[in-house]
């Protein structure tokens, strides 16, 4: 049996995470362990382990390190908590080999500390681009302490490679988020309304904003215009997720609550609606708003609209069902009226069919006991 350590952070990367997490935890040859850290452990962000085990896991490990401040300090701070939890961590479950999805700050702390303890890592969603966010350099530097890589494109697959990581170690298995959005039974419309206590209206929107880590003391601002573009719709009813735990997350927090608070009749608010809730909500709603990566790699898959507001998520990879606009009232308010013409019947996910855990699981089957961590640097100029 090979222990395989699968580390998770947030609500969000545990969703993508599951269908794989299954599929080891079934596997006759793997035992799956699970380490969950950061926004799972926070009230404030819904304690949302409690979605781990509801989905009938066990958790080895919790790694409280997040702290309460949403400064540059505070995160930093959070980061050096993460390190000691996850060394203790590592040291007590001995695992073979770790997973780890996509590029936060905790996710860098959690491929050092296994990469010091010679832990081959296994890498979901590298060679990606998102110039708007530190997260774009932290991804990158995952990519280069993992043994194995799981890309969502073949664009990204060729990046990774770029970065002196061999061809045969760099798989592209498609977003694995598209997985669960196939396998979930989701809630009809009477069903989500009654799990949000909330009424849809004539037209809806789905919003999640996080902050542009790269850019400094924009989040107030930022938010500002787009509520003065949803002040301008009509017969629209506003869905808001929260902010993740990123420097200045708080503050953009707070002004949702205080939105929801003064217009209560239109808008509802969740720290976390959790994946089940989530994907129904993309089942009714008529469009997606923010700069959430799921606006690009999953929500393409239910045919409607993603709004793309300034630069977090610039680099990506686009689908045709998403628009790119400037954070200003006026862009946001044309690439609305854009949205709403938008005839997307019979588009193509560009990020894979739903089947990366089936895929990653087959590779891992393959190449987990034969990992070599003293790896060389792929030269594209000296093999061609």
Same mark, same amino acid.
């Given at each position: ?58 958790? !080895? ?41 996509? !590029? ?48 969502? =494109? ?81 017969? =629209? ?8 735990? !990123? ?80 954070? !200003? ?56």
């Amino acid at each position: 049996m090979r222990k395989v350590c699968v580390f998770t952070g947030t609500r969000a990367d545990f969703g993508l995470l599951k269908p794989l997490m299954h599929e080891i935890n079934y596997h006759d040859e793997m035992e799956l362990q699970i380490v969950a850290t950061t926004m799972h452990m926070s009230p404030y962000f819904g304690e949302t382990y409690k979605e781990i085990l509801d989905a009938g896991f066990n958790i !080895d490990k919790k790694v409280e390190c997040l702290l309460s401040g949403d400064t540059a300090n505070a995160v930093t701070k959070s980061m050096g908590l993460a390190m000691i939890g996850f060394a203790d961590a590592i040291a007590e479950l001995e695992p073979d080999f770790a997973i780890i999805l996509g !590029d936060r700050t905790e996710m860098l702390m959690a491929a050092s500390a296994c990469s010091v303890a010679n832990i081959p890592i296994g890498h979901l969603h590298g060679g990606e681009v998102t110039e708007g966010a530190y997260d774009d350099a932290f991804r990158h530097a995952i990519s280069k302490m993992s043994a194995l890589h799981f890309t969502s =494109t073949e664009e990204y697959r060729k990046r990774v490679i770029q970065l002196g990581e061999n061809p045969e170690s760099v798989f592209n298995v498609g977003a694995i988020g598209i997985d669960s959005i196939k396998s979930l039974n989701l809630m009809d419309k009477n069903e989500f309304q009654k799990a949000i206590d909330f009424k849809l209206n004539k037209r809806n929107i789905l919003i999640t904003y996080h902050p542009v880590t790269l850019e400094e003391n924009t989040a107030a601002n930022q938010m500002e215009e787009i509520f003065a573009a949803l002040h301008q719709l009509k017969d =629209t009813h506003f869905i808001f997720t929260y902010a993740n735990s !990123d420097k200045s997350g708080a503050t953009i927090n707070r002004m949702i609550e205080d939105f929801v608070r003064k217009n209560d009749a239109i808008s509802c608010a969740f720290p976390s609606l959790g994946q089940l809730r989530y994907l129904s909500a993309l089942q009714h709603v008529d469009m997606v708003l923010g700069n959430s990566s799921s606006g690009i790699l999953e929500v393409p898959s239910f045919k409607i609209p993603t709004i793309n507001i300034g630069d977090r998520q610039k680099g990506r990879e686009m689908p045709d069902s998403v628009i790119n606009c400037n954070v !200003d009232r006026m862009s946001i308010l044309k690439a609305i009226e854009k949205a709403d013409d938008l005839d997307l019947a019979n588009m193509v996910s560009i990020y894979g069919e739903g089947k990366a855990a089936k895929k990653i699981i087959s590779i891992l089957e393959r190449k987990i006991n034969g990992v070599d961590l003293k790896k060389g640097f792929f030269d594209l100029n000296k093999d061609q």
